[in-house]
């Protein structure tokens, strides 16, 4: 029976990834991982956390939204704090997988943290498998090597469109009915060795004290919480596919504020003055390919 590991990173998400699919229809069992990685948490001189509190509630309940979706195809998402090159390989052995899959990353830390971890898997036993999830036209497929990226936005534009972007988009993956099918025959990687992990890898999600506010953090949020304009915005920004979809039919449809993108995209605090997609796009609950498509 062929048992794997999604590792997921910044593509919390199901619609729209064909990497989850995949590892979905090549195995009879699947556990999706996310680790927290204890130096995203780590102190700047002046003391404030590298990841701001912010960023933690919107990550919290991006996980709690994947998690239930992910339920419904009898999938469960395991959360683990450490290095996931210390973590993973341990989960893998513990639950004596045959295959990892994860999503690419471009930038330094996370392409280091990439390549500690695969070194570390046992090539003789488990399979790697990565793709590119994040991006609205993968590097590939770009009419120029990633090298030779022009400098200004607007030389990049005109070559890309001289190929017609509807032919370098990523399409858009749906779930197919036999995936369906397969992921609910999916067997939950659920034996003594599976609680060992737990037991021998600290869960973060018991507690969720991460997500909390850090005392150093008071003061640099007094502000936020007294701006009316913040407010709102912290009541559509909540982490999570469904959110994020909703503020994409909203922007778009429903308000119809896409139309005066041009006249309020420099202003800061109002809820239409720009998309806030970005906040779901950096942790990938939003393809840029599904928002293309709408």
């Not at 450490?82 to 893998?92: D, F, H, N, S």
């Not at 070559?159 to 995936?179: D, R, T």
């Not at 067997?187 to 600290?202: G, S």
Request: glycine share 6%.
């Amino acid at each position: 029976m062929a048992r794997a590991i999604y590792w997921m990173r910044n593509d919390l998400r199901l619609t729209c990834n064909s990497l989850l699919m995949q590892a979905i229809a090549e195995n009879h069992a699947l556990v999706c991982v996310y680790i927290h990685d204890p130096r995203q948490f780590a102190r700047t001189v002046i003391s404030i956390p590298r990841m701001g509190w912010h960023r933690r509630r919107f990550l919290s309940q991006s996980l709690q939204q994947l998690r239930e979706e992910l339920g419904t195809l009898q999938i469960e998402l395991l959360e683990l704090w450490g290095e996931p090159e210390l973590v993973l390989p341990q989960l893998a052995d513990e639950l004596q997988i045959d295959s990892v899959y994860f999503s690419r990353e471009c930038a330094p830390e996370e392409r280091s943290v990439e390549a500690y971890t695969c070194a570390r898997l046992d090539p003789a036993r488990i399979k790697v498998t990565s793709a590119w999830t994040g991006f609205l036209i993968n590097p590939e497929q770009l009419p120029f090597a990633v090298g030779e990226t022009p400098d200004v936005f607007s030389e990049y534009r005109r070559q890309v469109e001289k190929l017609g972007l509807k032919n370098l988009v990523s399409q858009i993956v749906e779930y197919p009915n036999s995936s369906l099918k397969k992921a609910d025959q999916h067997q939950p990687l659920q034996m003594p060795a599976h609680r060992a992990v737990q037991k021998t890898l600290p869960s973060l999600f018991s507690e969720n004290s991460w997500a909390e506010i850090f005392p150093e953090e008071n003061d640099l949020l007094d502000g936020v919480g007294a701006a009316s304009g913040a407010r709102d915005k912290m009541k559509v920004l909540c982490g999570g596919e469904r959110h994020g979809k909703a503020r994409v039919e909203d922007y778009i449809f429903t308000t119809h504020s896409i139309e005066k993108y041009f006249e309020t995209r420099n202003g800061l605090l109002g809820l239409y003055d720009s998309t806030l997609f970005s906040a779901w796009l950096a942790n990938g609950s939003l393809s840029p390919a599904w928002i293309f498509s709408r």
